[in-house]
């Protein structure tokens, strides 16, 4: 699959919630969460990075920095792009994994997503190695978003299978 940067992942999604009728909000909150998402799904599926940015886990959860930064002058409003704004080229087999994620993570708000990553145990520990050295980094290791979320499929898999 296509390796893109957590940018192109980002614009994807805001891209993708601007198709629907009406436009479905995404905040810069939100849309941290999907690229976490994303990339955690695709460790798990794949067994690689999407992208290379890292993920921290930061109190309102999982958040790549960089693009909190571009973001954060939107504060807890949706993100606006421009109208018509083209979607960025993706191959097919990473457009229909990213649609996918937005499946499952679109309908919701990011209040319930920062619950469910605060569920998790990727999250969790990466909060909980912070506490035990404070100038540590919060950042959250592929392997535990890897092995989680594959964990996680193999037992939805085997409920349903």
């Known amino acids: 699959m296509q390796q893109v940067d957590a940018h192109t992942?980002?614009?994807?999604?805001?891209?993708?919630?601007?198709q629907e009728r009406p436009a479905r909000r995404v905040s810069n909150a939100k849309?941290?969460?999907l690229v976490?998402?994303?990339?955690a799904w695709h460790l798990a599926e794949v067994g690689d990075v999407l992208f290379p940015?890292?993920?921290?886990?930061?109190?309102h959860g999982p958040v790549v920095p960089e693009l909190y930064r571009e973001f954060r002058r939107f504060g807890d409003h949706p993100i606006v792009i421009a109208e018509g704004a083209p979607m960025p080229l993706l191959n097919g087999d990473l457009q229909a994994y990213l649609e996918e994620v937005w499946d499952v993570y679109g309908p919701y708000d990011a209040s319930?997503?920062?619950?469910?990553?605060h569920q998790e145990s990727p999250w969790q520990l990466a909060r909980e190695a912070?506490?035990?050295d404070p100038s540590g980094s919060l950042e959250i290791d592929h392997v535990w978003m890897r092995d989680y979320y594959r964990a996680l499929n193999e037992d939805l898999a085997s409920r349903h299978g």
Do not use: D, N, P
């Not at 940015?53 to 109190?59: F, G, L, R």
């Open 36 to 39: 976490y998402y994303a990339q």
């Open 130 to 132: 912070a506490e035990f």
């Open 53 to 59: 940015e890292s993920i921290e886990a930061w109190i």
């Open 9 to 18: 992942v980002a614009r994807w999604f805001l891209w993708r919630a601007s």
């Open 112 to 117: 319930y997503l920062e619950t469910l990553t």
């Open 31 to 33: 849309l941290q969460k």
